[in-house]
């Protein structure tokens, strides 16, 4: 008898272990990041930004946003630095600004000009296809961290 309680007891104990650690075992898909997005050619995307006043062009499906760059086309991955909220741009203040904690980030470089966030926002690498159509690559594993300058070694698109 005190057997087969002590076995109940011990099987109850393990189911309740597994029910517990199971949601964390469990991956989650990202789903709509993590793809490589196409976001169309060079050239057009620049006649946006000349139309626009540079304003920066959101790819909601990959989660960045196109920036006109000095000297070239970057794309800021929109999570905040901070604490990982979405940013959007505000048009109002002609920059980022985080709902979250008020960081706000350049326009066209992406480069913190309020804390408190503690670094840029990520970039994404673009490379271009052969029939000249660039193509960002969403990975957040493979996001380019920069430091608080903006530094064009991290121009992967050239204008002219
Ligand atoms: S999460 Fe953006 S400022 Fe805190």
């Known amino acids: 008898m005190l057997r087969i309680a002590f076995a109940s007891a011990v099987a109850l104990s393990a189911t309740e272990l597994v029910a517990a650690v199971a949601p964390y075992l469990r991956v989650t ?3 709509g990041l993590g793809a ?3 976001v169309g050619k060079a050239t057009e995307i620049l ?3 000349a139309a626009t006043n540079d304003r920066p062009i959101l790819i909601r499906e990959g989660r960045f946003f196109l920036l006109h760059a000095p000297g070239g086309i970057i ?3 929109r999570k905040c630095t901070h604490l990982g909220c979405t940013v959007p741009f505000s048009t109002e203040k002609d920059l980022f600004e985080c709902p979250c904690h008020g960081s706000r980030y350049d326009k066209r ?14 970039l994404f690498h673009i490379t271009q296809s052969q029939s000249g159509v660039l193509v960002v690559d969403t990975n957040p594993l493979n996001v380019i ?3 608080q300058e903006w530094d ?7 204008e002219g």
């Open 145 to 147: 961290d920069r430091g």
């Open 152 to 158: 064009d070694r991290y121009l992967e698109i050239r």
């Open 47 to 49: 006649r946006q930004f």
């Open 109 to 122: 470089t992406a480069v913190v000009l309020k804390s408190p966030a503690p670094k840029p926002l990520q």
């Open 36 to 38: 490589p997005v196409a």
């Open 75 to 77: 794309a800021a991955y």
């Open 29 to 31: 898909r990202v789903v």
